[in-house]
């Protein structure tokens, strides 16, 4: 089983920068794909950006698209979800979470979550 860290979080004003960070450890870091998922009060979990097990393949909610950018360092066991262009609406608890499988497919499945980290973003 692996167990994920999310870090980086935080207040920050509308049009403002975070850079997220996800700690892995337990398993083979590099052979799974991860993925970034988000929640706001009174609303269920969405997608917000997935990687593949390389790095190479990328995808994004259009909702963030241009905005945040999903990388990884398979040397350090980490995953990064940079955020710029920060709205409001940006505002939820952020997730990483472990993918199954190396690549992101359609019905790509995440078995492992870490905790979250609380991003609020002010107008």
């Known amino acids: 089983q692996v167990q994920l860290v999310e870090s980086g979080g935080g207040l920050v004003q509308a049009g403002g920068s975070l850079r997220l960070s996800c700690a892995a450890s337990g398993r083979t870091f590099s052979s799974h794909a991860m993925g970034w998922f988000r929640q706001a009060p009174g609303k269920e979990r969405e997608f917000v950006a997935a990687?593949?097990?390389?790095?190479?393949?990328?995808y994004y909610a259009d909702s963030v698209k241009g905005r945040f950018t999903v990388s990884r360092d398979n040397a350090k066991n980490t995953v990064y979800l940079q955020m710029n262009s920060l709205k409001p609406e940006d505002t939820a608890v952020y997730y990483c979470?472990?993918?199954?499988?190396?690549?992101?497919?359609?019905?790509?499945?995440?078995?492992?979550w870490g905790q979250g980290t609380q991003v609020t973003v002010s107008s």
């Open positions: 979470a472990a993918a199954t499988t190396q690549w992101v497919l359609s019905n790509t499945e995440y078995d492992a």
């Open positions: 990687i593949n097990w390389s790095g190479a393949y990328r």
